[in-house]
């Protein structure tokens, strides 16, 4: 990147963190709460730890496991935020993911909304990668290079979902947009409540630079860090779940939030010219006919 685009972008963010719509919106109502208010080991909780005052949270992988945690709610349409700092040094092979999904493992008809980070040879960028998946089906890829060092200190990692669209944030900047076209359809994922995950895993044969690279495991364990979980959002209730519509006593379902907002265009305009890798929609190769989802403008 260059000084005069890093400064342009610098700009943007100052303007952004002040007037955005949903920055002075989403503080207000958002909760928070422990590790043990919010979420559940998965699995191998030898592998987390955090210090005495709770306020940190430490997910490493070694040669024998990688280590995950779980919301305790399931949530339909909202706000979820999370601060986290991923593994540093030579991480190649080590993916650190951040999602949401309605089931507890990979199940045959699930819906999804991923952050990927994955890992890197040292001194290469550490890219995202997100993905969306209704009823099982995902290849819906994009991946993103970042205008910082994810590794150095906490960013911000949120999703907001509503009927509408869903957008994926870094630091309050907006680098992907999915929308909903108001019609029923097989792309986006609306009608199932979802859990929020996070893990640290090992991921070689695909992760870093296609599988190429492998995970060096002399640099075990490899640790990401988490902190100040936030959630606005719509809980899940059975047996009658109260999130069978919303309504717009919710910011995250008012009109403002079904839509960027114009300092938020130029945000994500920025991002698309300048940290885009891959965006299956401009995939013709894999897609000869691009899928439906894919003629829907995120401008509007």
């Not at 024998?64 to 779980?70: A, I, M, P, R, Y």
């Not at 951040?98 to 980070?117: K, S, V």
């Not at 959002?233 to 717009?248: G, H, I, L, N, R």
Request: with cysteine; aromatic share 18%; glycine share 6%.
């Amino acid at each position: 990147m260059d000084g005069g685009s890093f400064s342009s972008f610098s700009i943007l963010l100052f303007l952004a963190a002040i007037v955005a719509v949903y920055h002075h919106s989403a503080e207000a109502a958002m909760s928070k709460g422990s590790f043990e208010d919010n979420f559940s080991i998965m699995w191998s909780e030898n592998h987390f730890t955090t210090p005495t005052d709770g306020q940190i949270w430490y997910l490493s992988l070694d040669n024998d496991t990688g280590c995950g945690f779980q919301t305790k709610q399931r949530y339909r349409f909202g706000w979820f935020s999370m601060k986290l700092k991923l593994v540093g040094g030579d991480s190649a092979g080590v993916v650190t993911a951040y999602y949401m999904c309605t089931e507890n493992g990979a199940g045959p008809e699930r819906d999804e909304l991923d952050f990927e980070f994955l890992g890197n040879r040292t001194g290469q960028p550490y890219l995202i990668q997100t993905n969306v998946y209704k009823n099982g089906t995902g290849n819906r890829e994009m991946r993103h290079m970042l205008w910082f060092d994810p590794t150095e200190d906490y960013h911000t990692y949120s999703i907001l979902w509503n009927n509408h669209q869903i957008v994926f944030f870094v630091d309050r900047v907006p680098i992907r947009v999915f929308k909903n076209n108001d019609r029923p359809n097989n792309f986006f994922p609306n009608e199932k409540p979802m859990y929020l995950f996070s893990s640290v895993w090992n991921a070689d044969d695909w992760a870093t630079r296609g599988g190429l690279e492998k995970t060096n495991w002399k640099l075990a364990p490899f640790v990401s860090s988490y902190k100040d979980f936030s959630v606005d959002a719509c809980q899940w209730e059975d047996p009658f779940p109260k999130c069978v519509s919303t309504t717009t006593k919710n910011w995250w379902d008012q009109y403002d939030a079904w839509h960027l907002s114009g300092d938020q265009k130029m945000d994500y305009a920025w991002v698309q010219r300048n940290l885009v890798i891959y965006d299956y929609c401009n995939d013709f190769e894999r897609f000869p006919t691009l899928p439906e989802e894919c003629s829907l403008s995120p401008w509007e």
